[in-house]
């Protein structure tokens, strides 16, 4: 919906994603609206919106992705895609070599919790 700066400052302002304001439900037409009406006590309002979230009536919700024809809540990233990226072409879990100086880890990935290098001391215990 259209919504010029002032609008949350203006009395008519509903502060809804679904209404701007009581008097022009849709928002103004152009840049300036002619039923502007300041609120005396208001302050600007901005909602910072993270990447994969959204506000829907001044509550900050995570967005749903489809994944398979089922609609699911993206949960929140704990890794950039670089490191993510890293991590494959580089973490024993997917090569069986240490990222530090080379050695080889043993092939039982699937008890495995902790990395700890034998021949370097190189440990990552967060995968």
């Known amino acids: 919906m259209p919504k010029i700066p002032e609008c949350d400052r203006c009395r008519f302002y509903c502060g809804s994603h679904?209404?701007?304001?009581?008097?022009?439900?849709?928002?103004?037409?152009g840049k300036e609206c002619h039923h502007f009406a300041p609120e005396p006590n208001a302050e600007p309002q901005e909602l910072w919106e993270p990447q994969g979230a959204r506000y829907i009536d001044d509550e900050l919700v995570i967005?749903?992705?489809t994944y398979n024809g089922e609609e699911i809540i993206q949960p929140p990233q704990r890794w950039s895609r670089e490191k993510k990226l890293w991590l494959l072409d580089n973490h024993?879990?997917?090569?069986?070599?240490?990222p530090s100086c080379g050695a080889?880890?043993?092939?039982?990935?699937?008890?495995r919790v902790h990395w700890d290098c034998p021949e370097c001391g190189w440990k990552d215990d967060s995968v």
């Open 92 to 98: 024993p879990m997917f090569t069986g070599l240490c």
């Open 63 to 65: 967005e749903r992705v």
């Open 104 to 111: 080889e880890f043993e092939r039982d990935f699937t008890a």
């Open 18 to 29: 679904y209404l701007v304001c009581a008097v022009l439900p849709s928002g103004p037409d």
